[in-house]
């Protein structure tokens, strides 16, 4: 089975990679298509969020590690530790950014990569962080002032921020970071070299053209989508049904549809709400990504406690 996933990854990077540049090049080439903060919110409720869809299922399977014979206390505290990330940041705008962009970056560069490291040791996490920190690098780098718009947007009124942020695009120390993310990619695809590590270059490829050409908001919705969520959904088929994928496929989307739907009410209730303070397009990226670190950090806490159990 673990063969079977990297054959799908290995070609999915590929046409991930096809389908970064045919895109980019429709954008740029037909000034009328237009994908709007709309369908960006719409890809990421019914593609992006659905990846974590399954956490209810491996809440109850961490509830028995813990001899916990009631699932409901898993989602009281699962969704406990989402209103409070949402406080937090209400209150702590600055820091819950800050806190959320390095979070994310291990998180991204784990999920997307971690099927082609056999050994787990210190290094690796490092490796994680510097990849997934490209998500972070890409956009500040090629759209440093439509980022930083997305920011104050996100209640982050803090000048000393933003003068650490001019700083570091000022002394090309941004490139740098690239730089690194990028030496780290080259040193895994030494290390261990099989021809699947290649896919670690077109991911990186991927999001560079992503983000040089399309705007920071589109960019991240079709790597969370289409790279992102798509390559977690692959492995958690894989655990549903080891014998058949076509199985596994069915049967996450049933298990899927339920908390996907949930997600969705909740995050279209509080855009309703959001409306009546702010423009749409301004409430729907307020929703997007202080949604998604609502749902984050409980998502990596809850993945964190099984590994830790299963070792």
Sequence with gaps: MHSLINKINFYHSIIFFLFSCFITLAVNQFENLIISPVVCLFLILIIGISHGALDGQKGKKLSQLYNIKKSFFFYLIYSLIGISIIIFWLFFPTVSLIFFLVVASYHFGKEDTEFLINNKNVSNLIFYFFKGSLIIIAPLMFHFVETINIFKLLLIENEKFYLFLNFIEDNSILLFALSISLLSSIYYFLKDFKIINILIFLDFFSIIVLNYFLTPLIAFTIYFCFLHSFRHTISLITELNENSFKVGAITFI????????????????????????????????????????SLTFPHILLEYLLEKNEK
């Design 254 to 293: 049933k298990k899927a549809m339920p908390l996907t739907g949930l997600t969705a009410i909740f995050y279209v209730i509080s855009l309703y709400f959001l409306s009546n303070f702010y423009q749409l397009n301004d409430a729907i990226l307020k929703v997007i990504f202080i949604g998604l670190a």
